[in-house]
Nanobody, 127 residues
C-alpha cells in the first residue's frame, strides 16, 4: 500500500510561484509512475503533469506547458511540481497520484491508470 502526502499549497497572486511536494511511503518509489492532477470547484478532475519512474518520460497538460515543471527524487521518495507564472484559472485542489509500474518509464495522463492518491492541497491564485 502506498501513502501519498501533498504539501506546499497556498494563496498567491497572479504571476507568482508555488512549489508543491508529494512524499510517498509504503512502496518502492522507483517503481511508481507519478502524476499531478487538479480539480477546480464544479469541474472534473484533470491531468496536470506526469513523470515516468526514472523521469525520462514527462508529460504536461497544454494549459500548464512552459509554466509548470514536474520533477522527482527517487532517493527522497518525493515528486514536486514547480508552478510559475500562476493564473487565477490554476486555482484548484491539487492531487498527487501514483501508478505502480515494473519496467516501463511511460507517464500516463489517464486518471484511471493511477491506483494511489493523496488528500490534495489547495492552490488559490488571486487576480
Amino acid at each position: 500500500q502506498v501513502q501519498l502526502v501533498e504539501s506546499g499549497g497556498g494563496l498567491v497572486q497572479a504571476g507568482g510561484s508555488l512549489r508543491l511536494s508529494c512524499a510517498a511511503s509504503g512502496g518502492t518509489f522507483s517503481r511508481l509512475s507519478m502524476a499531478w492532477f487538479r480539480q477546480a470547484p464544479g469541474k472534473e478532475r484533470e491531468f496536470v503533469a506526469a513523470t515516468g519512474r526514472i523521469a525520462r518520460d514527462t508529460k504536461y497538460a497544454d494549459s500548464v506547458k512552459g509554466r509548470f515543471t514536474i520533477s522527482r527524487d527517487n532517493a527522497k521518495k518525493t515528486v514536486s511540481l514547480q508552478m510559475d507564472n500562476l493564473r487565477p484559472e490554476d486555482t484548484a485542489v491539487y492531487y498527487c497520484a501514483a501508478r505502480p509500474v515494473i519496467v516501463t518509464d511511460f507517464a500516463s495522463l489517464r486518471i484511471a491508470d493511477y491506483d494511489y492518491w493523496g488528500q490534495g492541497t489547495q492552490v488559490t491564485v488571486s487576480s
